[in-house]
């Protein structure tokens, strides 16, 4: 069993800044990425950043230089750093775990930023 604990979602102000926290638990071995994704209403999920095992990171175009992935391999936790929040990334985010042949997902955590 693999167990994703998500934490550091709220509201903030446009222009703002906020990190989220992704904590995974339980029989996590060979990890391939860690990441996070986003879904806004009525929209897909999205991939936002995610990071390999040895640290090689890729970010959607629409968050790059604004939004840094981090890895605390000895915690298996993952960080999103989120600043100059806009509105338009409001969205609930998820934290996605991929081991070799499955991936998990965390219970979302609400990001809203207003205008």
């Known amino acids: 069993q693999v167990q994703l604990v998500e934490s550091g979602g709220g509201l903030v102000q446009a222009g703002g800044s906020l990190r989220l926290s992704c904590a995974a638990s339980g029989s996590v071995f060979s990890i391939n990425f860690m990441g996070w994704y986003r879904q806004a209403p009525g929209k897909q999920r999205d991939l936002v950043a995610r990071?390999?095992?040895?640290?090689?990171?890729d970010y959607a175009d629409s968050v790059k230089g604004r939004f840094t992935i981090s890895r605390d391999n000895a915690k298996n936790t993952v960080y999103l750093q989120m600043n100059s929040l806009k509105p338009e990334d409001t969205a609930v985010y998820y934290c996605?775990?991929?081991?070799?042949?499955?991936?998990?997902w965390g219970q979302g955590t609400q990001v809203t930023v207003s205008s």
């Open positions: 990071i390999s095992n040895n640290g090689n990171t």
């Open positions: 996605r775990l991929d081991l070799p042949g499955h991936a998990y």
